[in-house]
């Protein structure tokens, strides 16, 4: 594969801290920092006719078979650009699986094959067709190239559902950062803040599950997820509102994890002086899902004493107490200035600035809510869409992450966690309280 | 209305300029009447509403008024506004 010197995509800061995140799970055995989203289709697609899409759309976004390299000019990493010839990615691979646990497995196998990121892997195809005669679509990408965002808007553009798919160009799906709107001799102060931020969290530093059991820890993750049925999902969301406040489901949700991890850990008879969960925010325009091939989003670290832990409301409140003065201190702004140096400086040492302010963690737990799947993943090539996941790997330390979203009108939460940290038992025994808790305590 | 209070016009002349350039995408049409939540608003882009108002307007809006009924449109945010300059 050739590469031309005009075909250079820069990474933004926020897609160079997936990249340390990256360096640092791979240093630890681990696949790499890497996500799916799992659609379950209502019919049988096969291995050719995905490649055959595939090709066409490969064709008109490089990006998908892109190397990172840091050379002279520029001396920040870029993404460099295949040329025309044929790229070996993205690939499809086809799975017949046999009964249930089988096909659990084959997913955490997936889930834990990495990518081969250097010869231009960043997105893979699994297809895994179930006796009853369905297909399962699983794509698997490297969270350098794209957030979750990007992702969903590629498969939208993947399975033709998404209006415009066959118009967009490369260059619309990179236009539109964030970091262009701010001003450029004002990142540099703005990021100061976002450091100070993360001091004064780290006067109560967190403790990791990981970190706490690392020395017999076996690098591969498992997962399970909950759901909810359109009843119970229509019950959670009127307690978030009632709760947490109007557009505020977050709150209620990362309240309901902070405090069952905060049980987990105390049955578990570990003491952490502080909990910190790390809250993402999409810097996309609203009404639009561009850019599509890079991180936009901004990091916002919240910290809760254990003492409010053991109180649901105490949690809510201490939450949107800090994300109202994030948004008043403009600490989406300079955190967004902070990871853009990550750019200027080898990635791993923007981590390791955070990593040594939290006595080698990041935070205790890691958490998302992508919301509601978009309009165009309820059909994917001609095939209606009757189920999705998020699947995604978490960094180690702390190795422990929840998502929560919706599709078709339930709610659904995948717990992921480095295999070895946590039972099976143990994992549903989690979820299961954590939906009580929801439900405020009604029975699910 | 207190000294240096603005009109209504103005106050939703102004949500209007927030909205479209800092919240919105371009393509999105944003008009006084348009359902925000229903164009893609989210909670961070409630937030950053409020924290505007709170800056241009010096009002800060009462938790029980942060409802979909108030914030859903500019016209409505721009009334409720209207609403609590008077009462200062």
Redesign the interface.
Same mark, same amino acid.
Not at chain 2, 23 to 28: C, H, N, R, Y
Not at chain 2, 39 to 48: E, H, I, P, V, Y
């Given at each position: 594969m050739s590469f031309s010197k005009t075909h250079k995509v820069p990474l933004n800061g926020a897609d160079c801290m997936m990249l340390a995140f990256d360096h640092q799970m791979r240093r630890l055995g681990f696949a790499g920092n890497q996500a799916q989203i799992v659609l379950g289709l209502s019919g049988r697609l096969s291995g050719s006719e995905l490649e055959t899409r595939l090709h066409a759309v490969r064709a008109r976004f490089s990006m998908l078979a892109a190397r990172i390299k840091r050379g002279l000019r520029p001396w920040t990493p870029c993404w460099h650009l295949p040329s025309a010839d044929k790229p070996a990615y993205p690939r499809v691979r086809s799975h017949e699986p046999g009964d249930e646990d089988d096909l659990h497995r084959i997913r955490t196998d997936f889930l834990n094959h990495p990518l081969d990121t250097r010869g231009g892997e960043l997105v893979r195809f699994d297809l895994v067709h179930t006796k009853a005669g369905n297909t399962e679509v699983i794509m698997t990408w490297s969270h350098m190239l794209m957030d979750v965002s990007g992702a969903q808007y590629l498969l939208g553009i993947i399975g033709k559902s998404l209006q415009g798919a066959d118009q967009y160009t490369q260059a619309e799906l990179l236009s539109g950062s964030y970091i262009e709107r701010l001003p450029a001799g004002a990142r540099l102060p703005q990021a100061g803040k976002s450091f100070a931020r993360v001091d004064e969290l780290a006067a109560c530093p967190p403790v990791s599950l990981y970190t706490h059991a690392r020395r017999s820890i076996a690098p591969r993750f498992d997962y399970r997820v909950v759901s909810f049925s359109p009843g119970q999902t229509g019950a959670i969301m009127a307690q978030a509102e009632k709760r947490g406040g109007f557009l505020n489901a977050s709150a209620f949700y990362i309240a309901a994890a902070m405090v069952q991890f905060y049980q987990f850990l105390q049955a578990r008879q570990i003491r952490s002086p502080g909990y910190v969960v790390p809250l993402s925010v999409d810097l996309r325009k609203k009404g639009t899902h561009l850019p599509v091939f890079t991180n936009q989003a901004a990091t916002l670290l919240c910290g809760f004493a254990p003492d409010r832990l053991e109180d649901f409301d105490a949690v809510m409140g201490s939450f949107k107490q800090q994300t109202q003065a994030a948004v008043r201190q403009d600490l989406i702004e300079s955190n967004t200035c902070a990871m853009e140096l990550a750019r200027f400086i080898p990635a791993r040492m923007y981590a390791a600035k955070i990593r040594k302010a939290f006595a080698g963690e990041i935070a205790s737990l890691v958490f998302a809510n992508p919301g509601d799947a978009p309009a165009f993943l309820y059909e994917f090539m001609g095939h209606g869409v009757t189920s999705m996941q998020h699947v995604p790997t978490v960094v180690v330390p702390p190795g422990m992450g929840i998502v929560f979203y919706t599709f078709s009108g339930c709610l659904h939460i995948t717990l992921v966690y480095v295999e070895s940290l946590i039972a099976k038992d143990e994992a549903e025994s989690f979820l299961s309280a954590l939906g009580n808790q929801l439900l405020a305590d009604r029975k699910i | 209305m207190g000294d240096g209070d603005m009109a209504y016009d103005e106050v939703e002349d102004a949500l209007l300029a927030f909205l479209r350039n800092e %919240? @919105? /995408?371009?393509?999105?049409e944003i008009r006084a009447d348009t359902h925000l %939540?229903a164009?893609? &608003? /989210? +909670? @961070? +882009? &409630? &937030?950053?509403i &409020?924290?505007f108002i *709170?800056k241009t307007f010096g009002l800060r809006i009462p938790?029980a008024e %942060?409802? *979909?009924d108030r914030?859903s449109t500019v016209k409505n945010m721009a009334g409720l506004i209207d609403e609590l300059q008077q009462n200062t």
């Open positions: - | %919240i @919105f /995408d371009p393509g999105v %939540i164009a893609g &608003l /989210d +909670s @961070f +882009s &409630l &937030l950053r &409020l924290v *709170e938790e %942060i409802n *979909e914030m």
